[in-house]
Structures are given as structure tokens and as C-alpha cells.
């Protein structure tokens, strides 16, 4: 009897576990230019974030729309910046600088800022909407264990 009902408070404290390990949140840290993204204390890569997403859909399809505008931002990013530094570098070296591919390299840039604030702003919506999932999904866990007495008998009754 007694190895019974250690044996059924083991299995309890397991599933108890278990539910705690997937309500794990993930933390916005927020940095200059956007967020960074935690985990228990570990630095995680939007990678990681968007594979931790794949169980909540919506926060899924956020998070990769918000991948979308971050290849976009930088895309558009590094284009403007090199269109912005060719004729400055030209200008340092001497020779006869195209200022008008300056200012094509500065629309890129100004392009890519709102874009890159989506992607932000995205991200969050993203990290919110998956660690409400979390929330509703474990606090709706609370098993309970009864001792019932029943004419001779003794037993254990577990609800979910």
C-alpha cells in the first residue's frame, strides 16, 4: 500500500513538472534599435524564438511576418548604407563623387527604418501573445488528490 502511494505521488509531482517546463515565458529586453529576447536567464536567437512559437500559431504567423520585415529592413539597410558610402568614400579619395546615389541611399535608409519598427513591434505582439498562451495553459492544471473512505475500503482519488 505504502509503495502504491508513493509510487502514484511520484507520478503526480512528474506531470506537475512537466506542465511547469513548458510555461516557460519568454522576456523582451529592450535595446537600442529593437529587443533582445530571454529565456530562463539565456540569451535566445530569433531563431530559437520563432522554433519555442511553433506550438501557438498566431504567435507563429506574427513572428514570421515579423521575420519577413527584419530580412526586408536589412535588405533595404545595407543597400542604402552602401549607396550612402561609396560617394563619401569617392569624396575622401579625391575623386568626383555621385551625391545623387547618397540620396537614392538615403530613401533605402528611410525606407527601412519604419520596417525595421514593424518588425519590432511585431516581435512583441509575437513574445505577448505566446506567453498568454502559456499563462491560460498552465494555470488550467491543478491536479488534486483526495483520500475517500468507501465501506472497507481506503483509496486515493486523483482529478485533473
Known amino acids: 500500500m505504502k509503495k502504491s502511494i508513493l509510487l502514484l505521488l511520484l507520478f503526480v509531482g512528474s506531470l506537475a513538472l512537466s506542465a ?31 522554433d519555442l512559437m511553433k506550438n501557438n500559431q498566431e504567435a507563429y504567423k506574427i513572428i514570421q511576418s515579423a521575420k519577413s520585415n527584419k530580412t526586408w529592413a536589412t ?18 579619395g ?12 538615403a530613401g533605402l535608409v528611410g525606407i527601412a527604418i519604419p520596417i525595421s519598427n514593424g518588425f ?9 501573445l505566446y506567453n498568454n498562451g502559456l499563462q491560460t495553459s498552465a494555470s488550467s492544471f491543478n491536479p488534486s488528490i483526495q483520500l475517500k473512505l ?6 486515493l482519488a486523483l482529478q485533473f
Not at 579625391?94 to 541611399?105: N, Q, R, V
Open 75 to 92: 535588405v533595404l539597410g545595407v543597400a542604402g548604407g552602401a549607396l550612402i558610402g561609396w560617394p563619401i568614400g569617392t569624396a575622401i
Open 150 to 155: 468507501k465501506g472497507n475500503g481506503l483509496g
Open 20 to 50: 511547469q517546463d513548458n510555461s516557460k515565458k519568454i522576456e523582451l529586453n529592450k535595446v537600442f534599435g529593437g529587443y533582445t529576447f530571454k529565456q530562463d536567464g539565456k540569451h535566445l536567437s530569433f531563431s530559437q524564438v520563432a
Open 120 to 128: 519590432n513591434k511585431k516581435s512583441k505582439r509575437a513574445v505577448e
Open 94 to 105: 579625391g575623386g568626383d563623387a555621385k551625391w545623387e546615389l547618397a540620396a537614392i541611399g
